[in-house]
T-cell receptor
Framework: GESVGLHLPTLSVQEGDNSIINCAYSNSASDYFIWYKQESGKGPQFIIDIRSNMDKRQGQRVTVLLNKTVKHLSLQIAATQPGDSAVYFCAETLNDYKLSFGAGTTVTVRA | KAGVTQTPRYLIKTRGQQVTLSCSPISGHRSVSWYQQTPGQGLQFLFEYFSETQRNKGNFPGRFSGRQFSNSRSEMNVSTLELGDSALYLC????????????FGPGTRLTVL
């Protein structure tokens, strides 16, 4: 069964505001987590990843937070732009094998 | 560097037919994974190939099969198509096997009538 899930299927955010996309996972053995962005008509695009031995990792305008105590993963996007409108997926690997994806959150940026 | 390419991009088949999809990984990448994406089930792992060997397999019936060639290009085949096989089939490549930083292609949209 699916071990990774997202809290909300949709998120509407005002341009310029910060976005927070949440994900809960059920397998405490997962050691690697990735966030993907999928725009319409395209395949998923790697955004940022984090290992289970880390709590936080920052990229360009994005930050991933990992809370292993409650098995929660989040993606924060700073100063959300229209180009950030997409479906966001969290994924995990178990023992560095196949990726298990969550259902996805559709982010819509309002002008 | 060219990205992952998949052919064809769109395909329409009828029930009972079989289909072969092709994936060319990023140059230098030796691992190729296949995923099925549907609105109801999301992204589901099909299988992964590395050095021409299937390394891992998801929970799909035997009608779904794949292979990898010596140049790392991969194909997947679905036999005896069912309506429920209609989906976006995504291929992802990476330098090494496992989930680390997989790069996805645009997918092949398969419609089964």
């Amino acid at each position: 069964g699916e071990s990774v899930g997202l809290h909300l299927p949709t998120l509407s955010v005002q341009e310029g505001d910060n976005s927070i996309i949440n994900c809960a996972y059920s397998n405490s053995a997962s050691d690697y987590f990735i966030w993907y962005k999928q725009e319409s008509g395209k395949g998923p695009q790697f955004i940022i990843d984090i290992r289970s031995n880390m709590d936080k990792r920052q990229g360009q305008r994005v930050t991933v937070l990992l809370n292993k105590t409650v098995k929660h993963l989040s993606l924060q996007i700073a100063a959300t732009q229209p180009g950030d409108s997409a479906v966001y997926f969290c994924a995990e690997t178990l023992n560095d094998y196949k990726l298990s994806f969550g259902a996805g959150t559709t982010v819509t940026v309002r002008a | 560097k060219a990205g992952v390419t998949q052919t064809p991009r769109y395909l329409i088949k009828t029930r009972g037919q079989q289909v072969t999809l092709s994936c060319s990984p990023i140059s230098g990448h030796r691992s190729v994974s296949w995923y099925q994406q549907t609105p109801g089930q999301g992204l589901q792992f099909l299988f992964e190939y590395f050095s021409e060997t299937q390394r891992n397999k998801g929970n799909f019936p035997g009608r779904f099969s794949g292979r990898q060639f010596s140049n790392s290009r991969s194909e997947m085949n679905v036999s005896t198509l069912e309506l429920g096989d209609s989906a976006l089939y995504l291929c992802a490549s990476s330098l090494a096997p496992g989930g680390n930083e997989q790069f996805f292609g645009p997918g092949t949209r398969l419609t089964v009538l």
